[in-house]
């Protein structure tokens, strides 16, 4: 898989880097949108689809599946307290969700 990386300013004020095919996101690359969103992830004719991150303005981030610019399939949202959220996605609503895991809880003592 051969593409060229460009970058494409949107007039909304959101920005790609990235892998391109015709002009549009294709393969890999980084989104930005106005309001601090952030993808990170694969994408298919200028839509997301395969695996990505999306980090939230508010700290919370969804790593998992896309297709057709939304959640679908198995991801995990991950909470800015540490704790995680496996959940099953179906045009971007939760069909399923497992209990919240907290992160493993560490102290560092110095003698």
Same mark, same amino acid.
């Given at each position: 898989?051969?593409?060229?990386?460009?970058?494409?300013?949107?007039?909304?004020g959101? @920005? #790609?880097? %990235?892998?391109? +095919?015709?002009?549009?996101?294709? =393969?890999? !690359?980084?989104?930005?949108?106005? *309001? /601090? &969103?952030?993808?990170?992830?694969?994408?298919?004719?200028?839509?997301?689809?395969?695996?990505g991150?999306?980090?939230?303005?508010?700290?919370? @981030? #969804?790593? %998992?599946?896309? +297709?057709?610019?939304?959640?679908? =399939?198995? !991801?995990?949202?991950?909470?800015t *307290? /540490? &704790?995680?959220?496996?959940?099953?996605?179906?045009?971007?609503?939760?069909?399923?969700?497992?209990?919240?895991?907290?992160?493993?809880?560490?102290?560092?003592?110095?003698?």
């Open positions: 898989m051969n593409h060229n990386v460009d970058a494409i300013e949107y007039p909304d959101s @920005k #790609y880097y %990235g892998e391109v +095919k015709e002009g549009r996101p294709h =393969g890999k !690359g980084v989104s930005t949108f106005p *309001d /601090g &969103t952030i993808y990170d992830g694969e994408w298919q004719m200028g839509k997301r689809k395969g695996t991150i999306m980090t939230y303005p508010n700290g919370i @981030k #969804y790593e %998992g599946t896309w +297709k057709n610019d939304k959640k679908n =399939g198995r !991801g995990t949202m991950i909470y *307290d /540490g &704790t995680n959220e496996d959940l099953e996605f179906s045009d971007d609503e939760p069909v399923n969700k497992s209990t919240k895991k907290k992160k493993p809880f560490e102290i560092d003592i110095d003698f």
